[in-house]
């Protein structure tokens, strides 16, 4: 069954990561065809998600690098219609990361979430500066 929370192996495996400093997470996310609300499709229950979550990586010093939606598949091996939409969310610490995802605010904004994804990729990342 494919899954839109880390597994308690996830977790731990994420907290033992060697990442200081800032932390790009790149989310790929294959939304409900309609919520589970009962109103509006996944893609609009994630986008109120979305919004709302959006001002929290702010408060915390982050900030949206970049989204957009992927259109089949170049290299590899994947289906070409797996991903709905790619986003990519800077933080500046796994620290900050973990505070918003623990925060009560946070918690009650993911029922939008649950609602409009059918499956989701949350990958971390060191970014590199290639200047």
Known sequence: ???????????????????SGPIHMINLLKFREKS???TGSGQDSYNQYGANVVKMV???????VWQGRPYGLLIGDEESDKWDMA???????????????SNPKYKEAHGDREAGLAYQALIP???????
């Open 1 to 19: 069954m494919k899954s839109i929370l880390p597994t308690k192996e996830q977790i731990k495996e994420f907290l033992a990561m060697p990442i």
């Open 36 to 38: 589970t609300t009962g």
């Open 58 to 64: 702010q408060e915390r010093g982050g900030r949206v």
């Open 87 to 101: 986003v990519i969310v800077e933080y500046p610490s796994r620290d900050a990361f973990i505070e918003m995802t």
């Open 125 to 131: 990342c060191k970014p590199y500066d290639v200047r």
